[in-house]
């Protein structure tokens, strides 16, 4: 009896749990779960792989050369500019990061009496690039024109002259431009200062000069500004030629480059020969200014004064 009373109430509870659908209804689908993956054990003896970057996945070689390029790369900086135009000091393979925009023109200006021989781009599709010259005979100078059709671009230049080679790695900006860039040249003046033990130290008298007699000298220049160890010791002209006499000490320093100043205040990098320790400059001038390093520069002006020194020492 107690045996059929379990099993009436169990059929009872069964019968409860039945919809009322009836038995055609179909049970109702089970919610889909995702099953965690499991976590893959390491092998032993195997290496476990990781994702890499982009960077990672560089070949070895491209990664050097990238990482050269940039080191070499010479930004454009706050106290190389004068006025609009930046002053780089070259150095043998150097790459110079040149700033350009749509409807600007940038000018690279070469050194004077530099003889340019080709100029090749990697995009000359969408760079605009030329080249003129300015001055004559031996102030003659040469600049490469540069100009991009459109923001966002990015292309290197070669310029080959009979001095030496120049790299540039052009970036064009919406609306950043640099108007003008030109260099200094320390290695020039470090070789011809460079001197053999054999060598005669230079006199201190003003150097001979053929045809022209020492009472055309004119020696009304004054100094001022600085006081560094390469401070000259006093300038002089012929009446064609401007005479820069520094001390010996220069033979072993870092040869300071020569500006001109015009009546406006606008300095222009001169060219000038080194002869010794005399810098030659092959015309006369007002005012000039000797400037050396790019954080902390050191500046010495020259003016020239009035004065009758040549007047009395002719009469």
Known sequence: MKRLYRTLILHTCLAAAVPAAGLGAKPAPLAATTQPRPATKPVPGRAVRHRSSPRERMPAAERVVRAANLAATREPQVAGYID?????????????AVYAAPERVTDVALQPG????????GDTARWLIGDTTSGD??????????????????????IATDRRTYHLAL?????TAMTALAWTYPEDALIAVKRTPDQPVVSSSPPPVPGIAPDRLEFGYSLS?????WR????????RQTYIEFPPGLA??????????DPNGVAQLVNYRLIGRYYVVDRLFDRAELRLGLKHQIVVRITRVASNTRAKQSS
């Not at 530099?114 to 781009?121: F, G």
């Not at 500004?225 to 160890?229: I, K, L, M, Q, S």
């Open 84 to 96: 609009a135009g930046q002053i780089f000091p070259f150095a043998e393979g150097a790459l110079y």
């Open 114 to 121: 530099e003889t340019l021989i080709s100029v090749a781009a």
């Open 137 to 158: 005979k031996e102030a003659r100078r040469t600049h490469i024109l540069i100009k991009p059709v459109a923001a966002g671009l990015a292309t290197n230049v070669v």
């Open 171 to 175: 970036t064009s900006t919406a609306a």
């Open 225 to 229: 500004g600085a006081r560094p160890a």
């Open 232 to 239: 000259p010791l006093r300038v002089f002209d012929d009446g």
């Open 252 to 261: 072993v320093g870092e040869a300071p480059p020569l500006f001109l100043v």
